[in-house]
């Protein structure tokens, strides 16, 4: 049986309440506060020290509650992924974002950036005509436009080589990011 809001809140209120002997800040600020902002999740370890350190857990309930407080928005910056396996010359399967918040497909000579619903950036990013980017990893844009209702956004594969053939040579890597606006493709 799955954790109701309430149970959720009664295991931080008691997580945060604990003490521990010698317990100190397992997480910088700036690493729960990229993981606050969606701009990069929490790893394996990370989330294990977080547990692990009720001091840790109360510093990041403040800053989430001076977050609430400020009632500024969500501030991402961006989201990153990597090319996952060795060229093997087959199409290009979907290249994920290390938040999972992003999906880039390949489909004939189309390139379609999607945005995972359950992302807790989908409603902020949905509900505006933020303009976004994908750029390679030499900094290249590879894609640009903004989001329609379905949350993906379509364009030309922009480069001479193939989708797989082109990561490999630029980086094996991707970056999706806002940007001010579009560079007149």
Known sequence: ??????DRKLQAQLLARRRVEGDRLALSD??????????????????????ASPLTTRRLRTLAEARR???????W?????????????????PLVTDDGAWRLHFVGSRVI??????????????RGSQMLRVLDGAGATVLEGTL??????????????????HFQQHGARFTVEPCVAPSGH
């Open 1 to 6: 049986m799955g954790m109701t809001e309430l």
């Open 30 to 51: 700036a690493v729960l506060l990229a993981a606050l902002d969606g701009s990069r999740p929490l790893t394996v370890g990370e989330r294990s020290a977080l547990q």
């Open 69 to 75: 407080a400020q009632g500024a928005p969500r501030q």
């Open 77 to 93: 910056r961006g989201s990153v992924g990597m090319l996952r396996a060795a060229d093997s010359g087959a199409a290009l399967a």
């Open 113 to 126: 950036l999607q945005i995972d619903p359950q992302s807790p950036l989908a409603a902020m990013l949905l």
């Open 148 to 165: 329609d209702s379905d949350g993906e956004c379509e364009g030309p594969w922009p480069f001479a080589e193939a989708p797989a053939r």
